[in-house]
């Protein structure tokens, strides 16, 4: 049976102006999400929004501006500092560039939105959704937003931290300053929404598309190929493994299903090796030509 191919790519023209459309749609929704969820209900769930939602409150400055007053710098300090990353790839400092400047331009824009709750812990909840959707489209496209994304990367550089450990930091930070200017309980939302968001940008890179990857050992490796191959319609791969404690060589077969095909597999299995070793489990991503989740 024919191998189904996945969609032909665009051609270079198409996908800039796709990753561009993708960085500002992403950017309007982090914006609207940050209006109506997080600002009204004192949710400074780190980054530059957080810090512009503390000076807001504090001093009554306008987020927008507050945005553009810290990603603007950081974005030429980025271009500085951090070099060929940054601007190695001119489409990627554009992009960024787009992001840092469209992203407050829509928080300013749309500012007269009434909230969508008044409960706080609603508001983080959603609110870490809607940023969570916005910024993994962004990410989709191979760009960012700029704002703390940037400081990361500058104090990875020259300090050796992880990056990992960078964004926490700076999270945490902007979290530990909301809990002095709202309270203790406004910052715990904030941790709420925060982990909302690394979540959902997870779910909008990854997919809701979970496959599976079953690893199958069994005397009968060939006949279990076949099946696989003619009764689920899936490709096989065929690796070497040698067993721990007899050492023998033992052929291991390693096939990608999508979640409705996983019993069926395991059937395939059963009926011709009752007492073959199979290890079922997720594939989060499958890249490849050749592969579709049914």
Known sequence: MQRRLVNQPLNPTKRILFEFAHVLVGSAIVAIAFNIFLLPNQI?????SGISTIMNYA???????????????LFIAGI??????????????SKTLAGTLFLPLVVYLTRHLEPATTDPLLAAI?????????????????SSTGGTDLAAQIVNKYTGLSLGGCVFIMDGL???????????????YALIGLFTTGKTIDLVQIGLGYSKMAIIISNFEEEVK??????????????????????????????????????????????I??????VVTNASEVLGKGFKNK
């Open 126 to 142: 959603f609110g870490g959704i809607g940023v969570g959707l916005g910024l993994g489209i962004v990410f989709r496209s191979h």
């Open 273 to 278: 090796d009752p007492t073959a070793f199979v």
């Open 44 to 48: 400074a769930s780190g980054g530059v």
């Open 59 to 73: 001093f009554g400055f306008e987020p927008a501006f507050t945005q553009w007053a810290f990603n603007i710098p």
């Open 80 to 93: 500085l500092l951090l070099g060929g990353s940054l601007v190695g790839s001119i489409l990627y400092g």
């Open 226 to 271: 076949q099946g696989l191959l003619t009764q689920v319609d899936r490709g096989v791969t065929k690796l070497t493994g040698f067993g721990g404690y007899t050492n023998h060589e033992k052929p291991v077969l390693m096939c990608v299903v999508g979640r409705n095909e996983v019993t069926k597999l395991k059937q395939i299995v059963q009926t």
């Open 174 to 188: 902007v979290v530990i300053s909301s809990a002095f200017v709202f309270g203790i309980e406004f910052a715990l």
